[in-house]
Nanobody, 127 residues
Framework: EVQLVESGGGLVQVGGSLRLSCATS????????IAWFRQAPGKEREGVSC????????NYADSVKGRFTISSDNAKSTVYLQMNNLKPEDTAIYYC????????????????????WGQGTQVTVSS
């Protein structure tokens, strides 16, 4: 059974940092793409970043480029999202998602491309 468990959310001041973790189990980690999405109150879910474990391909939303970094610890089957210089507009529930890697050198941040989702972790940035 595929399982994704997010952690690391919390309350942080503007300009602060957080590191989110997505611990995975139930599948061969190397063969999958892991992504982060977020949903703010009253808004649609949006893609933040993704990581192809097999070849290290990454992708970022324009709104987080230069501030967020996605990485993995393959030994722990875990993907991280390091978030720096946080802004109030980063406040949202952050979800990790996973799907089998079907296209070489590509990962997308469109939620329809992912079939497995975690429960989410709340990130609140106070001004």
């Amino acid at each position: 059974e595929v399982q994704l468990v997010e952690s690391g959310g919390g309350l942080v001041q503007v300009g602060g940092s957080l590191r989110l973790s997505c611990a995975t189990s139930g599948f061969t980690f190397d063969d999958w793409v892991i992504a982060w999405f977020r949903q703010a109150p009253g808004k649609e879910r949006e893609g933040v970043s993704c990581f192809s474990v097999s070849d290290g391909t990454t992708n970022y939303a324009d709104s987080v480029k230069g501030r967020f970094t996605i990485s993995s610890d393959n030994a722990k089957s875990t993907v991280y999202l390091q978030m720096n210089n946080l802004k109030p507009e980063d406040t949202a529930i952050y979800y990790c998602a996973a799907e089998l890697d079907a296209v070489a050198a590509y990962c997308g941040i469109v939620d329809g491309e992912y079939g497995y989702w975690g429960q989410g972790t709340q990130v609140t940035v106070s001004s």
